[in-house]
């Protein structure tokens, strides 16, 4: 796959065999932003987020997350756009090219490929849920302010073996169906275009949740840090979710960034990305929390802790199922966009590795996750006893790809950059080869890729691990 870009032209996957092409409407600058916001809001925002944020200790959790973001995230987010632009091509290819021979940086965009299927066997569970949910909201009796009702709902769906695993394979159908049938483009439009939308409808949940009676001790939860509550699970789980949040560490930014216009700005576009994505996720919270205290909910209720408190928000507006209907119809849009990102990094390279056809490479994509996505969404029934590590395999697959291998993979991203491909390259990458006069802002971003980013990542790295003890 090769894609050529003139200056202020198209840029253009040329082979079509991606779906990512960037042409007509995407050539515009607000569209590449608009695609890359596509990949990293998701159901990151709207569910890791805030049960992270529950079981993390409310606010500190949030500073360490928003840390993780401006030292960590928009470095790394740079550098992959940077990455992908300079070599036009997909993550392994792209760190091909732009490294020295022999020296093995794709094994990078191949860490990314085990990622990106993990990722996709545990998020496919929870866009299964939100799908179920969309038709939960119909019937009256899940509106409710009484917790022990809106449990039982979720558990009666994910203990149910069948549905459970029906929820799943319903939504790669429609998944894998909009990337077999390269309808990618118009999708994310749609997508790109409700983003605005969901955050609409969440200023409008939040407003009912700030304004119910008890509300406040959620906004303390959420704003009041207590800084006890640190300890290495935290700061490893807060600096994951940055990585998880932006797309970063595994590749899926590499690929957009081959898809960038020669006269993109590259700082400004990460950095409004980054701010866009993290504003939508901390409205989740607002939305969220306030209701959990105001109606007695646990907030470290965990993955589940979206699902239990939406709908007692819902309960208490006027019209709230027509409300919790497009509330979570919403939220799968969204989610669809960081899945079309996930899902094209395995069929891209299958495709071009293996030569295989585009529809056999997504048929085969889609096949093997819905095999290892099945012990995602069994994990709450027949294999809710089998664990590794003392996780099952949903917590095990959320866990080590948000806390291990997307870090893992920024790590090697920092060295690279920093290390390998140095200033020359990323000042003329950043800085549109001297045109942008950025030349300050891109001297912070490359002390922090070179010195901070990777050093905070390795110490939260093994310090979460329990490398430095316990
Ligand atoms: N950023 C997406 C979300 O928050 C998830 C994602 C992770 C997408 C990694 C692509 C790659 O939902």
Known sequence: MEASSTDGKLVEA??????FKVRDGFSTRLGVLLATLGSAVGLGNIW????????????????????SVLLIGIPVLVSEHAIGRSARANAIDSMRKVSPNKVPWWLIGALGFLAAFFIMAFYTEVAGWVLAYVFKAFSASILSTDSNVTT??????????????????????IVGGILMFGVSKGIERVTKRLIPLLAILLVVVAI???????????????????????????????????????????????????????????????????????????????????????YGFQPNAGPSLVFLTIPSVFASMPAGNIFMVIFFILTFIASIGAQVSLLEVPISLVNEKFNLSRKLSTALA????????????????????????GLTFFDLFDFTTSNIFLPLG???????????????????????????HNEKFVSV??????????????????????????
């Open 366 to 389: 889609s096949f093997t996750l819905i095999l290892v996505g099945s012990l995602a969404a069994l994990s709450n029934s027949l294999l809710a006893n089998v664990k590794i590590f």
């Open 208 to 294: 009912r949740s700030l304004t119910l009676p008890g509300a406040s001790a959620g906004l303390e939860f959420l704003f009041k840090p207590d800084f006890s509550k640190i300890t290495a699970s935290t700061l490893l789980a807060g600096v994951g979710l940055a990585f998880f949040k932006l797309s970063i560490g595994m590749g899926t930014m590499i690929t957009y960034g081959s898809y960038f216009r020669s006269d993109q700005n590259i700082p400004t576009t990460a950095v409004r990305v980054a701010l866009a994505d993290m504003s939508i996720a901390l409205l989740a919270g607002i939305a969220i929390f306030p209701a959990v205290f105001a």
């Open 14 to 19: 040329s082979s079509g065999k991606t779906n």
């Open 48 to 67: 890791k987020f805030p049960y992270l944020t529950g079981t993390g200790g409310g606010a500190v959790f949030i500073i360490i997350y928003m840390i």
């Open 152 to 173: 039982e709902a979720f558990n009666s769906l994910v203990t149910n073996p069948g549905l459970s695993v029906a929820w799943q394979v319903i939504d790669l159908l």
């Open 445 to 470: 971003l490359f002390f922090l890729i070179r010195f901070v980013s990777p050093v905070l990542v390795l110490l939260v790295l093994l310090n979460g691990l329990g490398v430095f003890g316990k």
């Open 410 to 436: 920024g790590f090697f991203i920092c060295i690279f950059v920093g290390w390998v491909w140095g200033k020359k390259n990323f000042f003329a990458a950043l800085t549109n080869n001297g045109e942008l």
